[in-house]
């Protein structure tokens, strides 16, 4: 029987207009360009503003200009699953909203929390479904408003994060292109050491939370870079080893963009040259989910019919996977 493998067919992705730079960072708290540039590689990020929208507008935004490129009616996707950190709301899922706004009125939907590695747990969940062979367009959207989680007092975070999202269209292929393999991997002992410690369950919403602005995101920077560093880097090689993959093999790394020097370890760690990188973290911060499908949109154009290209990530949970694709367009 033939294999049906699951293929990206479009990418779209969207970002809103505010700009919040380096610059005007500087007014708000004790830091500089210099100081968050040499560190994280970010000079601005883009914020959502707008009174009453959130992550699911951005996703809705770009899974809208997805169907057109590809020419489809939202009545024609099967399934639209979201990955996000900062859904709408606790519940109902942010898919469902996203699903509602577009007109998907024969998809049924869901989200997946994974924080930074989010998108690439979609992405990977998202392809089982196409080779069953009985669903045939299953979109994956990540998509994060970062800022509505974040303390603009804080200087160690509020640096780092950016609003912004996008989308890919998964359809079956059974010519061997698409998502041929993945690797995923949870250690939720790492979840001291960045978490959001109230609004759950756990810690349910009061006024003594909010005073304590326990609603926003806790970060150890330093112990997350070692782990993203080191776990990024090695699942990475890992993908590659299995699939007998040399470096010259591999036409892309798309990594998470949560900091410049991760990425450059982990492209290292890979063997892959800076020109084989996508790398546009200076323009958007870390957008958590979004990171790699704006990635994907900036460098469609550059990619050919058949690149091996590898995607990996890292995030809160622990969370770190990297997926191996064969580009089919
Ligand atoms: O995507 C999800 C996963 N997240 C990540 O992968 C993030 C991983 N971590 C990081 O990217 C880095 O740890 C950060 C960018 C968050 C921080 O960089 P760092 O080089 O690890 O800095 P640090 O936390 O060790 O802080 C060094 C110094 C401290 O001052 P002292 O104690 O040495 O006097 C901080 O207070 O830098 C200070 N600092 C700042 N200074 C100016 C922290 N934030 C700032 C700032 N501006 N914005």
Redesign the pocket.
Known sequence: MTKITAAITAVNAWVPDYLLTNKV?ETM????DE??TS??GIKERHILKTPGEATSDIGARAVEGLLKKRGISAEEIDLIICATTTPDMQFPATANIISDKVGAKNAFSYDINA??SGFIFALATGSKFIETGQYKKVIVVGADKMSSIIDYTD??????FGDGGGAVLLEPNIDGFGILDSILRTDGSGRAH?HQKAGGSLKPASAETVAAKEHYVY?E??T??KF?VTNMADVSAEIMERNHLTSDDVAWLIP?Q??K??IDATARRMGVSDEKVTLNIERYG?T?NGTIPLCLWEWENKFKKGDNIIIAA???GFTWGSIWVKWAY
């Open positions: 960072l708290i004790d830091t500089t100081w968050i560190r994280t924080a930074c200087r160690a975070t509020c640096v780092i960045l970060q920077g330093q997350v870079f993203a998470h949560a900091n020097r991760i870390n958590t890292f995030g809160g």
